[in-house]
């Protein structure tokens, strides 16, 4: 009788339901062209619509781009004016095709904080692809974990001081509850491209078990070919969870 073969070594063993990437380098990439960095910024956009297009083609549940920290207020006035223009270009051209797709286009941060006309679009992509029944494409806007945990405890604390639970009841499932993805899937692989090996504020609790894949590749060089090879090595992985 014919037996199943054995699969090759370089097939992946798991899928992960979910991705986070902190998409880092389009400064290193325009400086190594000789390009303002706003051309970095733009190629990024780039890559930011092709992987998410291989992220559906893929199968994943959902996909989380760190886009703009609460740290990145930082920079300088205009490098900030102009990634709020870019993420008024991809709400403009891109919505049709998320809304097209069924993808559930959510965001996580206090975006209101942006100018009011960014704000406004973001809520329209909101509205217009709640509906939508298929993979979630969460981008994390004015983003911080840091805060994200602050605001948790906040809301947990005002309910025990009103006494709706009591702080004995506090547990991880309650504080998982009060974070901006608790409807998203587990966490299973953060990726960082452009070489540091740092997750600078980024889904500090949700990567408590998720597995790390730091890679050289500038974020404007990352597309489907390198989404697939990080699939690929996540799959080669042993997920314990503290067991054997």
Do not use: C
Not at 119 to 139: H, Q
Not at 142 to 147: F, L, T, V
Not at 193 to 222: C, H, I, M
């Amino acid at each position: 009788m014919a037996t199943a073969a054995a699969p090759q070594r370089d097939e992946p063993t798991a899928m992960p339901r979910h991705v986070a990437i902190i998409m880092d380098g389009n400064g290193r990439w325009a400086a190594r062209r000789h390009l303002p960095r706003a051309a970095g910024h733009r190629a990024g956009v780039e890559a930011v619509r092709a992987v998410s297009r291989a992220a559906r083609s893929m199968g994943l549940e959902a996909l989380t781009l760190y886009a703009f920290s609460s740290e990145n207020w930082r920079r300088p006035e205009d490098e900030v004016s102009g990634l709020m223009g870019l993420l008024k270009f991809f709400i403009r051209n891109d919505l049709a095709e998320l809304v097209r797709e069924n993808v559930r286009l959510r965001v996580i941060g206090d975006y209101r904080r942006f100018p009011g006309d960014v704000t406004a679009l973001v809520d329209d992509a909101l509205a217009r692809t709640a509906a939508n029944t298929g993979p979630i494409l969460a981008i994390a806007l004015n983003y911080g974990a840091h805060a994200e945990l602050v605001a948790a405890a906040q809301r947990l604390a005002r309910r025990a001081a009103a006494g709706e639970l009591s702080p004995d009841s506090i547990d991880s499932a309650a504080i998982e509850s009060e974070l901006e993805t608790r409807d998203l899937p587990p966490l299973d692989l953060m990726i960082r491209t452009s070489g540091e090996q740092r997750l600078s504020n980024f889904l500090l609790w949700q990567a408590a078990y998720a597995e790390l894949l730091f890679v050289d590749t500038l974020w404007p060089d990352f597309g489907a070919d390198e989404l697939d090879a990080a699939i690929r090595a996540y799959g080669q992985r042993q997920r314990r969870y503290g067991g054997l």
